[in-house]
């Protein structure tokens, strides 16, 4: 009766009832994303690679060498013998990039704490809430999230300039005005405010699966509430604070926006450095010599990030 | 967890709210300003509303940014679903790691080297940058947040459903597109969505990704920003928090209704 033959074999064993080495179909249909990605993801940064090794010239495309497939394989030699570390030295011996390398992780640390102290409370507050409450609020969290972040970065602006709203606000209430725009302060403000649902949701997501009778357990044996919340609810949320955290200081060590439009001329982070070496320098080769050692630091968070995704899409 | 929230809980929430909340709702306000000084209310007004209506090349722009934040959105969700059947349903083949790390990364990875990196590509091909590129470079971005939206769906789903169609005789596409595809429609829409937004919204990979013929709204937006604070841009962006809160929040009650009307 059946067109395709033998029934098909369920899960684990999946993939038994294949002639060896054809893919399932499902493996057939990853074909097609696996291929974009590969083109559009990883060859580029191959091309990036191979950039922060080429030379600046008064050119366009403004660098050199350029692979001269005309030359046959004597062209691929020549080529390769011209690429050189001259960005990286050029990168070591300029104190201005290690001072952007270090004052971005600066900002991405201290932010990422700041967001936690800030998104807990919020998290752990939401998930006390009732179910319905708690569908609203999580609606609340997630709305900024698709709003844009340019304006929302923007509106900032308006608040946090001399003549802003804020200082309008101060002097309402008889207090002297403060310079906050363009200032470290201010990126501060603005990287909590952009992140914060990226650290609330995977908090609230843990927070709200806790059982409550964990925490009547802790109270009958004597915990007092700050005790069984240090104890019992902090720990079991450990995932949701890492998830959060290396959701917010991977895309912060590289921001580009922020520091822009809130931070002054001393503000100093790596995505601005790659921006201005690119747009406003055109030195190709040195933006692409900055992308890779930001790529190379971050490397290690965002294998932990993968590490954690792979696992909670598998835990469900 | 149960019991009810604390005095402190809500006063987190309430807090938190505010934080998140405040800048926006300012932003709104001041749109209907009449006044041109930003933080002096001058009387209500809409002038700047219909000023927009009448900025050709921000209206130019418009059309740039929806076209091709549809046309990604849509590869994007087609990609990404078919990623996802990968990721969820294959089990393990060949390249599986380094296909979920590709899956991944671009979530967390800062747009600048994003950016770059597709440039470079475009450069080296010999493409002239405009509507194609910035399409490819934000199907690229999205095509990852979709992936995540529809596996989040697709674990929760029993295969078994999909498996019994095949033993009754279904090819495999045809049991997909029957039994499966109804069933992880909601978040295949959401991952639309999701996609479509963060394409209105992006500007750095635009940035290194578009032509001169292809100006999207949030590159003008950021260059006018970058000259100051304007009811201008205050309007135009109320029209996008608009659109957008409008957007999700029909997809949230739809949903919800959805749910409570299942038996």
Redesign the interface.
């Known amino acids: 009766m059946s067109v395709t033959g033998a029934p098909r074999p369920r899960r684990p064993w999946k993939g038994l009832g294949r002639p060896r080495g054809q893919p399932s179909s499902e493996a057939r249909a990853a074909y097609a994303p696996f291929l974009w990605l590969a083109v559009f993801f990883l060859v580029p940064f191959l091309l990036v690679a191979k950039l922060s090794l080429s030379d600046v010239v008064l050119a366009i495309p403004p660098y050199a060498p350029r692979l001269d497939w005309s030359q046959g394989l004597g062209g691929v030699i020549a080529f390769v013998r011209a690429l050189d570390f001259d960005a990286y030295a050029r990168m070591g011996q300029d104190g201005l990039y290690l001072a952007a390398y270090l004052s971005s992780l600066k900002f991405a640390a201290v932010a990422t704490v700041i967001l936690l102290l800030v998104g807990y409370p919020l998290a752990y507050g939401m998930a006390r809430c009732r179910p319905s409450v708690r569908q609203a609020l999580l609606m609340a969290v997630i709305l900024p999230f698709w709003t844009s972040f340019l304006i929302r970065v923007y509106a900032w602006i308006a608040i946090l300039k001399p003549a802003g709203l804020l200082n309008m606000a101060l002097a309402q209430i008889g207090l002297p005005p403060v310079d906050i725009l363009n200032t470290d302060t201010a990126v501060y403000i603005g990287l909590v405010y952009a992140y914060l649902p990226f650290m609330v949701l995977p908090l609230y997501a843990v927070l709200e699966r806790q059982e409550a009778g964990l925490l009547e357990a802790a109270a009958d044996l004597g915990c007092t509430p700050l005790q069984s919340f240090w104890r019992v609810t902090f720990p079991l949320s450990i995932p949701g604070v890492m998830a959060g955290a290396l959701l917010c200081f991977i895309p912060m060590v590289g921001e580009f926006v922020i520091p822009d439009l809130l931070g002054g001329s001393g503000t100093l982070m790596l995505g601005k450095t790659i921006w201005t070496e690119f747009f406003s320098n055109r030195d190709w080769p040195a933006a692409s010599a900055v992308a890779i050692v930001l790529l190379a630091t971050l490397v290690i968070p965002i294998l932990l990030f993968q590490r954690q995704q792979t696992k909670m899409m598998e835990q469900r | ?6 005095a ?3 006063a ?2 309430v ?3 505010g ?3 405040l ?2 709702v ?2 709104v306000i ?1 749109s209907f300003n009449e006044s041109r000084l ?2 002096v209310w001058g009387g209500f007004s809409t002038r700047w509303y219909v000023s927009q209506f009448q900025n050709e090349q921000l209206l130019a722009a418009a059309w740039v940014t929806l076209r091709v934040a549809f046309v990604s959105a849509t590869l994007a969700t087609i ?2 679903t ?2 996802a ?7 393990r ?1 060949r ?1 599986r790691t380094l ?15 994003l950016g ?3 440039l ?2 475009f ?2 091909v010999g493409v002239a940058r405009g509507f194609w590129t910035v399409m ?2 934000h ?2 971005l999205t ?1 990852c947040y979709a ?2 939206v529809v ?2 769906r697709l ?2 789903f029993d ?2 459903l999909e ?1 019994a169609a ?4 279904a ?3 045809k049991a997909f597109a029957l039994v499966t595809l109804p069933n992880i429609a909601p978040a295949v829409a959401a991952a639309w969505m ?1 996609a479509f ?1 963060l394409s ?2 992006d ?2 990979i635009a ?2 990704t578009s032509g001169p013929g292809a100006t999207t709204l ?1 590159i003008r ?2 260059s006018a ?2 000259l ?2 304007s009811p201008e ?2 309007a135009i ?1 109320t029209l ?2 608009g659109l ?2 409008t957007g ?2 029909a997809v ?1 009650l739809l949903n ?1 209704r959805r749910r409570t009307a299942a038996p």
Do not use: C, H, K
């Open positions: 967890m149960r019991r009810g929230p604390s402190f809980n809500i987190a929430i807090l938190g709210m934080f998140l909340y800048p926006i300012l932003l001041y930003v933080t990609l990404g078919l990623a059947l990968g990721l969820v349903r294959a089990g083949f390249g296909f979920s790390s590709m899956t991944y990364a671009p979530l967390v990875m800062p747009e600048v080297i770059l990196s597709l470079l590509l450069v080296s490819i470079a199907t690229t095509l992936t995540v596996q989040a674990v929760s295969e078994a498996e095949r033993d009754l005789g090819p495999p596409w999701l937004t209105l919204d500007l750095v940035s290194f949030p937006i950021y920003v970058r100051g604070v841009i205050n962006s996008l928090i957008v809160a999700v929040i949230y919800m």
